[in-house]
């Protein structure tokens, strides 16, 4: 069965801090990983994936397959990070099923 | 582009009454999900579809129900409302495949008396 475990409800940091929020999976295929953001009074958008291997807006997500995790890394927080974070797992094999951890709430303070 | 259109943004039910969520997508995608958002929770899922005429259950399905007759359209129904059913639900789809994005609805707020 396919599980995302987000070990902090919230997270608090300051502007110009480093920040980390963790994500580890449960899965025993080979999974499609994804940071998720929703940010206040608007919808979840993508963030970032896996596969891509890029930055966006300053974060990234190393996929490390020995410990199953996949954290959402950036050097240097922005009062406009403030938001909600969810990792997700997407199941290979045709169910197409995209399983959401608990969410991360992320403040950064001025 | 509308993208995911998801009515109503806002609903008040009394307990026992029924009531449909109504989820459109002009994006041609095969996959369309229902979620639902509760404090500490996270999201869970519900229903999902691969495709007209197919369905599955989630996680949590027990008391909704949800039909597939066009691409377009993923309907949820609340079969009988209870207040266990308040929350924020949300619609989203996507191309089927290899790491496609979610495209999520604006979600329905839905407050159970």
Same mark, same amino acid.
């Given at each position: 069965?396919?599980?995302?475990?987000?070990?902090?409800?919230?997270? !608090?940091?300051?502007?110009?801090?480093?920040?980390?929020?963790? *994500?580890? /999976?449960? /899965? %025993?295929? %080979?999974?499609?990983?994804?940071?998720?953001?929703?940010? %206040? #009074?608007? #919808?979840?958008?993508l963030l970032l994936r896996h596969i891509s291997r890029e930055s966006i807006k300053g974060f990234t997500a190393d996929l490390n397959k020995?410990?199953? !995790?996949?954290?959402?890394?950036?050097?240097?927080?922005?009062?406009?990070? %403030?938001?909600?974070?969810? *990792?997700?797992?997407?199941?290979?094999?045709? !169910?197409?099923?995209?399983?959401?951890?608990k969410g991360t709430k992320l403040t950064v303070n001025p | 582009n509308a993208g995911v259109t998801q009515t109503p943004k806002f609903q008040v039910l009394k307990t026992g009454q029924s009531m449909t969520l109504q989820c459109a997508q002009d994006m041609n995608h095969e996959y369309m999900s229902w979620y639902r958002q509760d404090p500490g929770m996270g999201l869970r899922l519900i229903h999902y579809s691969v495709g007209a005429g197919i369905t599955d259950q989630g996680e949590v399905p027990n008391g909704y129900n949800v039909s597939r007759s066009t691409t377009e359209d993923f309907p949820l129904r609340l079969l009988s409302a209870a207040p266990s059913q308040t929350?924020?639900?949300?619609?989203?789809?996507s191309y089927r495949g290899w790491n496609t994005e979610a495209f999520f609805g604006q979600g329905t707020r839905l407050t159970v008396v």
């Open positions: 069965a396919q599980r995302v475990t987000q070990p902090e409800k919230l997270l !608090s940091v300051f502007k110009g801090a480093p920040v980390e929020l963790k *994500c580890n /999976y449960s /899965y %025993s295929g %080979s999974p499609e990983l994804f940071w998720y953001v929703q940010y %206040s #009074r608007q #919808r979840l958008q020995g410990e199953t !995790s996949f954290h959402l890394k950036k050097p240097f927080a922005q009062e406009e990070d %403030s938001a909600m974070y969810y *990792c997700a797992l997407k199941a290979q094999g045709g !169910s197409e099923k995209l399983v959401f951890g | 929350s924020v639900y949300f619609c989203a789809s």
